[in-house]
């Protein structure tokens, strides 16, 4: 079984100023890291993915993710943000091994980016 | 680009009524999950579906959920008898065998 935590429910920045959200997880088993966003009244969108090879992820949009297996976290980051990526976002994992395997979501972090 | 589509984006329904619930996965996946968000809570997963079965559920999917993939193209849930704490956004998604799970935009139930 697989558990995720977002440490932090709330994050409230001002636009340009850099941010991070903290997830951490516990697996028994490796698996695969993901975070999806969800903009207000929407779905979800994959944002970003790690699965193998190098520990740090980047996204079209200039958010980045770093994979820490001793610390077993997954944080997001983004030197810069803007009024547009403020929205809810959700740090996910499922098993490597089992096909198809369920996500395991964490509570979510909402961001807010003020002007 | 392909993507997975959910009717209808709302429904409203009184309690101990039945609802269906549909998805239109992509097309050539070939994996398929339910889950449901509970306002202002976190995505929670309730089943999932490979060769026309049922391949993993959790404990909030009881005898009072379904689904079923009645046409090669629809999935579909159904909840039998409603109660309120059904109320939640309700996402499909689909898988075609790599990791990426496609979401659906969403139908929100209101049962009242």
């Known amino acids: 079984a697989q558990s995720v935590t977002q440490l932090d429910s709330q994050v409230p920045v001002f636009e340009e100023a850099p941010v991070e959200l903290r997830c951490n997880y516990s697996?028994?088993?490796?698996?695969?890291l993901f975070w999806y966003v969800q903009y207000p009244n929407q779905g979800l969108q994959l944002l970003l993915k790690?699965?193998?090879?190098?520990?740090l992820v980047e996204s079209i949009n200039g958010f980045e993710a770093e994979f820490n297996k001793s610390q077993t976290s997954f944080h997001l980051r983004k030197p810069s943000v803007h009024i547009s990526d403020t929205a809810e976002y959700f740090c996910?994992?499922?098993?490597?091994?089992?096909?198809?395997?369920?996500?395991?979501f964490g509570e979510g972090t909402q961001l807010t980016v003020n002007p | 680009e392909p993507e997975v589509t959910q009717t209808p984006s709302h429904q409203v329904t009184q309690m101990g009524q039945e609802v269906i619930l549909r998805c239109v996965p992509i097309?050539?996946?070939?994996?398929f999950y339910w889950y449901r968000q509970i306002l202002g809570q976190k995505v929670e997963f309730l089943v999932s579906?490979?060769?026309?079965?049922?391949?993993?559920k959790s404990e909030i999917f009881d005898d009072q959920f379904s689904v079923e993939r009645p046409d090669g193209s629809n999935f579909t849930l159904k909840i039998r008898s409603t109660k309120l704490e059904d109320s939640a956004m309700y996402f499909c998604?689909?898988?075609?065998?790599?990791?990426?799970?496609?979401f659906g935009p969403g139908t929100r139930l209101t049962v009242l």
């Open positions: 996910a994992v499922n098993a490597k091994e089992t096909s198809g395997s369920r996500l395991t």
């Open positions: 697996s028994s088993v490796s698996v695969y």
């Open positions: 790690y699965l193998s090879g190098s520990t």
């Open positions: 097309s050539n996946h070939l994996y």
């Open positions: 579906f490979y060769n026309n079965e049922i391949s993993e």
């Open positions: 998604a689909s898988l075609v065998g790599g990791n990426e799970q496609f």
